[in-house]
Protein backbone atom coordinates (compact mmCIF):
# COMPACT_ATOMS: atom_id res chain seq x y z
CA UNK A 1 0.00 0.00 0.00
CA UNK A 2 0.86 3.34 -0.80
CA UNK A 3 2.82 5.68 2.03
CA UNK A 4 1.42 9.14 2.44
CA UNK A 5 2.91 12.11 4.27
CA UNK A 6 0.68 14.71 5.79
CA UNK A 7 1.85 18.11 7.16
CA UNK A 8 -0.29 19.58 9.18
CA UNK A 9 -3.21 17.61 11.44
CA UNK A 10 -6.42 20.61 11.81
CA UNK A 11 -9.66 20.36 10.39
CA UNK A 12 -7.93 21.69 7.28
CA UNK A 13 -6.38 18.66 6.58
CA UNK A 14 -9.21 16.44 7.12
CA UNK A 15 -10.64 16.54 4.09
CA UNK A 16 -7.46 15.34 2.63
CA UNK A 17 -6.77 12.42 5.66
CA UNK A 18 -9.80 11.06 4.86
CA UNK A 19 -9.74 11.07 1.09
CA UNK A 20 -6.36 8.85 1.13
CA UNK A 21 -7.81 6.74 3.59
CA UNK A 22 -10.90 5.76 0.79
CA UNK A 23 -8.16 5.76 -1.53
CA UNK A 24 -6.85 2.81 -0.11
CA UNK A 25 -3.88 4.82 1.13
CA UNK A 26 -1.67 4.79 4.84
CA UNK A 27 -1.50 7.76 6.23
CA UNK A 28 1.06 9.64 8.27
CA UNK A 29 -0.40 12.84 9.57
CA UNK A 30 2.51 14.95 11.61
CA UNK A 31 1.19 18.23 13.77
CA UNK A 32 1.35 19.62 17.46
CA UNK A 33 -1.33 17.47 19.37
CA UNK A 34 -3.45 20.04 20.40
CA UNK A 35 -6.31 20.88 17.87
CA UNK A 36 -5.01 17.67 15.95
CA UNK A 37 -8.33 16.49 15.15
CA UNK A 38 -6.65 14.64 12.57
CA UNK A 39 -5.38 12.18 14.71
CA UNK A 40 -8.19 9.83 15.04
CA UNK A 41 -7.99 9.49 11.69
CA UNK A 42 -5.34 9.18 10.27
CA UNK A 43 -3.31 5.53 10.43
CA UNK A 44 -0.29 6.90 12.07
CA UNK A 45 -0.09 10.56 14.12
CA UNK A 46 3.03 12.49 15.33
CA UNK A 47 3.06 15.18 18.09
CA UNK A 48 5.90 17.18 16.08
CA UNK A 49 5.71 20.60 14.69
CA UNK A 50 5.44 20.84 11.30
CA UNK A 51 8.03 23.24 10.90
CA UNK A 52 10.36 20.42 11.93
CA UNK A 53 11.27 19.51 8.85
CA UNK A 54 14.60 17.82 9.77
CA UNK A 55 13.09 15.89 12.46
CA UNK A 56 9.57 15.45 9.88
CA UNK A 57 12.31 13.85 6.77
CA UNK A 58 14.12 10.98 9.17
CA UNK A 59 10.72 9.43 10.17
CA UNK A 60 9.63 10.11 6.60
CA UNK A 61 12.83 8.28 5.70
CA UNK A 62 12.22 5.91 8.20
CA UNK A 63 8.79 4.46 7.02
CA UNK A 64 9.88 5.17 3.22
CA UNK A 65 6.85 6.86 2.25
CA UNK A 66 5.96 7.31 -1.47
CA UNK A 67 4.68 11.00 -1.52
CA UNK A 68 3.70 14.30 0.97
CA UNK A 69 1.36 16.98 1.16
CA UNK A 70 -0.90 19.30 2.60
CA UNK A 71 -3.55 21.69 1.90
CA UNK A 72 -4.74 25.07 2.52
CA UNK A 73 -1.60 25.77 5.00
CA UNK A 74 1.37 27.95 4.33
CA UNK A 75 3.26 27.20 7.00
CA UNK A 76 3.37 23.50 5.82
CA UNK A 77 4.28 24.17 2.51
CA UNK A 78 7.95 24.68 2.68
CA UNK A 79 8.17 21.44 5.02
CA UNK A 80 6.40 19.45 2.27
CA UNK A 81 9.05 20.62 -0.56
CA UNK A 82 11.37 20.00 1.71
CA UNK A 83 11.36 16.65 2.87
CA UNK A 84 9.58 15.81 -1.09
CA UNK A 85 13.11 17.18 -2.29
CA UNK A 86 15.26 15.36 -0.12
CA UNK A 87 13.34 11.87 -1.04
CA UNK A 88 13.30 12.53 -4.58
CA UNK A 89 9.30 12.44 -4.30
CA UNK A 90 6.88 14.74 -6.77
CA UNK A 91 7.07 18.49 -5.37
CA UNK A 92 8.05 22.14 -5.92
CA UNK A 93 11.12 23.07 -5.32
CA UNK A 94 12.02 24.34 -1.37
CA UNK A 95 13.51 27.67 -2.16
CA UNK A 96 11.01 28.43 -4.45
CA UNK A 97 8.07 27.47 -1.57
CA UNK A 98 10.02 30.30 0.85
CA UNK A 99 9.57 32.26 -1.60
CA UNK A 100 5.38 31.50 -2.05
CA UNK A 101 5.02 31.57 1.43
CA UNK A 102 6.27 35.18 1.95
CA UNK A 103 4.55 38.12 0.87
CA UNK A 104 7.51 40.68 0.60
CA UNK A 105 9.55 37.61 -1.93
CA UNK A 106 6.42 36.85 -3.69
CA UNK A 107 6.20 40.82 -4.62
CA UNK A 108 9.89 40.37 -5.52
CA UNK A 109 9.18 37.82 -7.77
CA UNK A 110 6.53 39.04 -9.36
CA UNK A 111 8.34 42.17 -10.18
CA UNK A 112 10.73 39.98 -11.28
CA UNK A 113 8.33 38.15 -13.95
CA UNK A 114 5.64 41.78 -14.79
CA UNK A 115 3.16 40.56 -12.83
CA UNK A 116 0.84 42.87 -12.60
CA UNK A 117 0.55 43.85 -8.77
CA UNK A 118 0.35 46.16 -6.18
CA UNK A 119 3.97 49.14 -5.18
CA UNK A 120 5.14 47.84 -1.68
CA UNK A 121 7.45 47.81 0.70
CA UNK A 122 8.73 46.07 3.52
CA UNK A 123 8.10 47.53 6.74
CA UNK A 124 12.04 47.29 8.02
CA UNK A 125 13.82 50.01 10.00
CA UNK A 126 14.76 52.04 7.23
CA UNK A 127 11.24 51.85 5.15
CA UNK A 128 9.70 54.87 3.40
CA UNK A 129 6.14 55.25 1.69
CA UNK A 130 6.24 58.95 0.88
CA UNK A 131 5.88 58.00 -2.64
CA UNK A 132 2.91 55.62 -1.95
CA UNK A 133 -0.61 57.05 -2.60
CA UNK A 134 -2.81 56.70 0.51
CA UNK A 135 -5.15 54.61 1.21
CA UNK A 136 -2.24 51.57 2.16
CA UNK A 137 -2.64 47.87 3.31
CA UNK A 138 -0.47 46.54 5.95
CA UNK A 139 -0.29 42.97 6.58
CA UNK A 140 1.90 40.34 7.83
CA UNK A 141 4.64 38.67 5.19
CA UNK A 142 3.69 34.86 6.52
CA UNK A 143 0.29 34.68 7.46
CA UNK A 144 -2.89 33.59 5.82
CA UNK A 145 -6.62 34.07 6.89
CA UNK A 146 -6.55 37.36 6.64
CA UNK A 147 -4.95 37.88 10.28
CA UNK A 148 -3.01 41.49 11.27
CA UNK A 149 -4.05 42.74 7.85
CA UNK A 150 -5.61 46.46 8.19
CA UNK A 151 -6.18 49.47 5.68
CA UNK A 152 -4.66 52.84 7.02
CA UNK A 153 -6.35 55.95 5.21
CA UNK A 154 -3.76 58.06 7.02
CA UNK A 155 0.03 58.23 7.96
CA UNK A 156 -0.63 58.82 11.78
CA UNK A 157 -2.16 55.03 11.97
CA UNK A 158 0.70 53.48 10.53
CA UNK A 159 3.03 52.77 13.33
CA UNK A 160 0.42 50.91 15.25
CA UNK A 161 -0.68 48.73 12.20
CA UNK A 162 2.50 47.74 11.71
CA UNK A 163 3.27 46.58 15.02
CA UNK A 164 -0.10 44.71 14.61
CA UNK A 165 0.86 43.10 11.68
CA UNK A 166 4.57 42.24 13.12
CA UNK A 167 3.31 40.81 16.07
CA UNK A 168 0.88 38.59 14.14
CA UNK A 169 3.85 37.52 12.01
CA UNK A 170 5.61 33.60 12.74
CA UNK A 171 9.05 36.19 11.58
CA UNK A 172 7.91 39.62 12.87
CA UNK A 173 7.94 40.98 9.42
CA UNK A 174 5.14 42.76 7.43
CA UNK A 175 4.76 44.76 4.44
CA UNK A 176 3.18 47.67 3.61
CA UNK A 177 1.01 47.89 -0.04
CA UNK A 178 -0.64 50.67 -1.89
CA UNK A 179 -4.45 49.70 -1.69
CA UNK A 180 -6.59 48.62 -5.01
CA UNK A 181 -9.54 49.08 -4.52
CA UNK A 182 -12.28 46.91 -6.27
CA UNK A 183 -14.02 43.35 -6.72
CA UNK A 184 -12.02 40.15 -4.98
CA UNK A 185 -11.34 36.79 -6.78
CA UNK A 186 -9.41 34.00 -6.34
CA UNK A 187 -8.73 31.24 -8.32
CA UNK A 188 -7.90 28.02 -8.03
CA UNK A 189 -5.11 25.85 -10.14
CA UNK A 190 -3.37 22.48 -10.55
CA UNK A 191 0.33 22.07 -12.09
CA UNK A 192 1.77 19.31 -13.93
CA UNK A 193 5.49 19.61 -14.71
CA UNK A 194 5.28 23.21 -15.25
CA UNK A 195 1.60 23.17 -17.02
CA UNK A 196 -1.29 24.91 -15.21
CA UNK A 197 -4.77 23.82 -15.42
CA UNK A 198 -7.25 26.51 -13.97
CA UNK A 199 -9.98 24.85 -12.25
CA UNK A 200 -12.24 27.49 -11.07
CA UNK A 201 -12.69 31.08 -10.38
CA UNK A 202 -14.30 32.46 -7.00
CA UNK A 203 -15.67 35.65 -6.16
CA UNK A 204 -15.50 36.62 -3.04
CA UNK A 205 -17.34 38.78 -0.38
CA UNK A 206 -15.36 40.27 2.27
CA UNK A 207 -16.21 42.42 5.23
CA UNK A 208 -15.50 45.90 5.12
CA UNK A 209 -12.72 48.32 6.05
CA UNK A 210 -9.85 47.67 7.71
CA UNK A 211 -10.17 44.07 8.32
CA UNK A 212 -11.21 42.71 5.07
CA UNK A 213 -12.16 39.32 6.47
CA UNK A 214 -13.84 36.79 3.78
CA UNK A 215 -17.76 36.26 4.85
CA UNK A 216 -19.02 34.42 1.51
CA UNK A 217 -17.17 32.27 -1.14
CA UNK A 218 -19.02 31.52 -4.67
CA UNK A 219 -18.24 29.54 -7.69
CA UNK A 220 -18.24 30.12 -10.78
CA UNK A 221 -17.79 33.71 -10.53
CA UNK A 222 -20.29 36.02 -12.59
CA UNK A 223 -17.69 38.53 -14.08
CA UNK A 224 -17.65 39.56 -17.54
CA UNK A 225 -16.12 36.94 -19.49
CA UNK A 226 -13.15 39.14 -20.75
CA UNK A 227 -12.27 39.40 -17.26
CA UNK A 228 -12.15 36.25 -16.32
CA UNK A 229 -10.03 35.81 -19.16
CA UNK A 230 -7.42 38.78 -18.05
CA UNK A 231 -7.33 36.88 -14.54
CA UNK A 232 -6.76 33.93 -15.93
CA UNK A 233 -3.85 35.14 -18.18
CA UNK A 234 -1.76 36.60 -14.69
CA UNK A 235 -2.76 33.56 -13.32
CA UNK A 236 -0.27 31.89 -15.27
CA UNK A 237 1.62 34.45 -15.13
CA UNK A 238 2.01 33.90 -11.43
CA UNK A 239 1.84 30.68 -11.12
CA UNK A 240 5.21 30.91 -13.67
CA UNK A 241 6.71 33.33 -11.67
CA UNK A 242 6.45 31.35 -8.49
CA UNK A 243 7.88 28.32 -10.42
CA UNK A 244 4.99 26.17 -9.02
CA UNK A 245 5.62 23.45 -11.39
CA UNK A 246 3.34 20.36 -8.98
CA UNK A 247 0.65 20.41 -7.48
CA UNK A 248 -2.63 23.15 -6.02
CA UNK A 249 -2.31 26.87 -6.41
CA UNK A 250 -4.82 29.34 -4.75
CA UNK A 251 -4.41 32.57 -6.64
CA UNK A 252 -6.14 36.20 -5.26
CA UNK A 253 -6.76 39.07 -7.21
CA UNK A 254 -8.19 42.24 -6.97
CA UNK A 255 -10.32 44.01 -9.92
CA UNK A 256 -10.50 47.60 -10.23
CA UNK A 257 -13.85 49.07 -11.55
CA UNK A 258 -12.16 49.79 -15.11
CA UNK A 259 -11.16 46.08 -15.22
CA UNK A 260 -7.43 46.02 -14.43
CA UNK A 261 -6.13 42.63 -12.64
CA UNK A 262 -4.06 43.10 -9.63
CA UNK A 263 -2.47 39.88 -8.18
CA UNK A 264 -2.70 40.08 -4.53
CA UNK A 265 -0.80 36.62 -3.20
CA UNK A 266 -0.61 33.38 -4.51
CA UNK A 267 -0.81 30.08 -2.16
CA UNK A 268 1.67 27.53 -3.48
CA UNK A 269 -1.35 24.75 -1.82
CA UNK A 270 -5.10 24.32 -2.33
CA UNK A 271 -7.37 27.89 -0.55
CA UNK A 272 -8.75 27.34 2.50
CA UNK A 273 -12.17 28.09 3.73
CA UNK A 274 -13.59 24.68 2.14
CA UNK A 275 -12.97 26.23 -1.46
CA UNK A 276 -10.11 23.91 -2.74
CA UNK A 277 -12.10 20.85 -0.24
CA UNK A 278 -15.50 21.37 -1.03
CA UNK A 279 -16.25 23.81 -3.62
CA UNK A 280 -14.39 23.13 -6.54
CA UNK A 281 -15.97 19.62 -6.89
CA UNK A 282 -19.49 20.97 -5.88
CA UNK A 283 -19.28 23.13 -8.68
CA UNK A 284 -17.23 21.20 -11.14
CA UNK A 285 -17.29 17.58 -10.52
CA UNK A 286 -13.72 17.89 -10.28
CA UNK A 287 -11.95 15.68 -6.96
CA UNK A 288 -9.36 18.20 -6.44
CA UNK A 289 -8.11 16.51 -3.34
CA UNK A 290 -7.88 13.20 -4.73
CA UNK A 291 -5.85 15.03 -7.94
CA UNK A 292 -3.15 16.45 -4.99
CA UNK A 293 -2.94 13.59 -3.65
CA UNK A 294 -2.16 11.84 -7.03
CA UNK A 295 0.62 13.92 -7.99
CA UNK A 296 2.04 13.71 -4.20
CA UNK A 297 2.39 9.99 -5.08
CA UNK A 298 3.72 11.13 -8.93
CA UNK A 299 0.20 10.38 -10.81
CA UNK A 300 -1.19 12.54 -13.05
CA UNK A 301 -4.63 12.87 -15.05
CA UNK A 302 -5.36 16.24 -16.92
CA UNK A 303 -8.80 17.57 -15.46
CA UNK A 304 -12.07 16.92 -16.50
CA UNK A 305 -15.05 19.26 -15.52
CA UNK A 306 -17.63 17.48 -15.98
CA UNK A 307 -20.22 19.13 -13.67
CA UNK A 308 -21.54 22.85 -14.53
CA UNK A 309 -23.15 24.18 -10.89
CA UNK A 310 -23.12 26.73 -8.46
CA UNK A 311 -21.39 26.47 -5.03
CA UNK A 312 -20.26 28.34 -2.20
CA UNK A 313 -19.96 28.99 1.42
CA UNK A 314 -21.14 31.41 4.12
CA UNK A 315 -19.29 32.27 6.98
CA UNK A 316 -21.74 33.22 10.57
CA UNK A 317 -20.24 36.03 12.71
CA UNK A 318 -21.60 39.08 14.62
CA UNK A 319 -22.12 40.69 11.08
CA UNK A 320 -23.87 37.75 9.37
CA UNK A 321 -25.95 36.93 12.39
CA UNK A 322 -29.15 36.80 9.80
CA UNK A 323 -27.19 33.71 9.07
CA UNK A 324 -27.79 32.21 12.19
CA UNK A 325 -31.41 30.90 11.56
CA UNK A 326 -30.80 29.52 8.18
CA UNK A 327 -27.97 27.06 9.55
CA UNK A 328 -29.74 25.95 12.59
CA UNK A 329 -32.61 24.95 10.23
CA UNK A 330 -30.23 23.84 7.72
CA UNK A 331 -32.14 20.31 6.74
CA UNK A 332 -35.20 22.76 5.33
CA UNK A 333 -32.81 23.89 2.43
CA UNK A 334 -32.68 21.48 -0.23
CA UNK A 335 -29.28 23.49 -1.41
CA UNK A 336 -27.06 23.26 1.92
CA UNK A 337 -24.87 20.35 1.95
CA UNK A 338 -22.96 20.85 5.08
CA UNK A 339 -23.37 23.27 8.26
CA UNK A 340 -21.92 23.48 11.57
CA UNK A 341 -22.35 25.98 14.56
CA UNK A 342 -18.96 26.01 15.50
CA UNK A 343 -19.36 28.57 18.39
CA UNK A 344 -22.24 29.83 20.18
CA UNK A 345 -21.22 33.07 20.68
CA UNK A 346 -20.74 35.71 18.03
CA UNK A 347 -17.73 37.61 17.77
CA UNK A 348 -16.73 40.81 15.94
CA UNK A 349 -14.84 39.41 13.03
CA UNK A 350 -11.20 40.80 12.49
CA UNK A 351 -9.89 37.57 11.09
CA UNK A 352 -11.33 34.14 10.18
CA UNK A 353 -11.03 32.50 13.68
CA UNK A 354 -13.60 34.89 14.45
CA UNK A 355 -16.14 33.07 13.05
CA UNK A 356 -18.52 31.13 14.65
CA UNK A 357 -19.78 28.42 11.96
CA UNK A 358 -21.00 28.03 8.33
CA UNK A 359 -23.08 26.91 5.39
CA UNK A 360 -22.09 25.05 2.32
CA UNK A 361 -24.49 25.00 -0.40
CA UNK A 362 -24.83 23.41 -4.22
CA UNK A 363 -27.40 24.64 -6.65
CA UNK A 364 -28.18 25.24 -10.14
CA UNK A 365 -27.43 29.16 -9.73
CA UNK A 366 -25.77 31.06 -7.22
CA UNK A 367 -28.04 30.79 -3.80
CA UNK A 368 -28.18 34.14 -2.59
CA UNK A 369 -29.55 35.65 0.43
Excluded at 46 to 64: A, F, G, N, T, W
Aim: contains cysteine; aromatic residues 10%.
Amino acid sequence: MKKLAIIGASYLQLPLVRRAKEMGIVTHCFAWEDGAICKEVADFFYPISILEKEQILEICQRVSIDGITTIASDAAVPTVCFVAGKMGLTGNAYEDALVATDKYRMRQRFADYSVNSPRFVIANENYSVDNFNYPLIVKPTDRSGSRGVKKIEHSDELREAVARAQNESFTHHAIIEEYISGSEVSVESISWEGTHFILAITDKITTEEPYFVELEHHQPSILFADVQQRIKTETLKALSALHINYGASHAEFKITDDGKVFAIEVGARMGGDFIGSHLVKLSTGYDFVEAVIDIALGQFKEPELPQHKSSGVYFLCKETAHLLPIIQNAGDYNEIVESEITDNELHAIQCSADRSGYFIYQAEKRFKL
